[in-house]
Nanobody
Framework: QVQLVESGGGLVQAGGSLRLSCAAS????????MHWYRQAPGKQRELVAV???????TYVDSVKGRYTISRDNAKGTVYLQMNSLKPDDTAVYYC?????????????WGQGTQVTVSS
């Protein structure tokens, strides 16, 4: 069983920065692909950034150049550094852990953390 606990959300003015953290319990973090999603009111959940176990990162176009995903396997934590924030970035942000090894398929979500960007 894996638990994911996000933190770091809050209220920030447009142009500001926040760093989200997602701490994972258990022993599979280092072999897992980690994701950050977000869901704004009335909208579908959107994949924002992904980082593989090997450290390869990808981003949705709307955050490229502004967001950076990173991971610390020793701490079992994935981060999302968000710079130049815009009101459109306002959403609940969720982290997700995926790991597929043999017949084992792990898929866990955190509880979410609210990010609000004021104009």
């Amino acid at each position: 069983q894996v638990q994911l606990v996000e933190s770091g959300g809050g209220l920030v003015q447009a142009g500001g920065s926040l760093r989200l953290s997602c701490a994972a319990s258990g022993s599979i973090f280092s072999i897992s692909t980690m994701h950050w999603y977000r869901q704004a009111p009335g909208k579908q959940r959107e994949l924002v950034a992904v980082i593989t176990s090997g450290g390869t990162a990808t981003y949705v176009d709307s955050v490229k150049g502004r967001y950076t995903i990173s991971r610390d396997n020793a701490k079992g934590t994935v981060y999302l550094q968000m710079n130049s924030l815009k009101p459109d970035d306002t959403a609940v942000y969720y982290c997700r852990l995926r790991s597929r090894v043999g017949v084992r398929d792990d898929d866990y979500w955190g509880q979410g953390t609210q990010v609000t960007v004021s104009s």
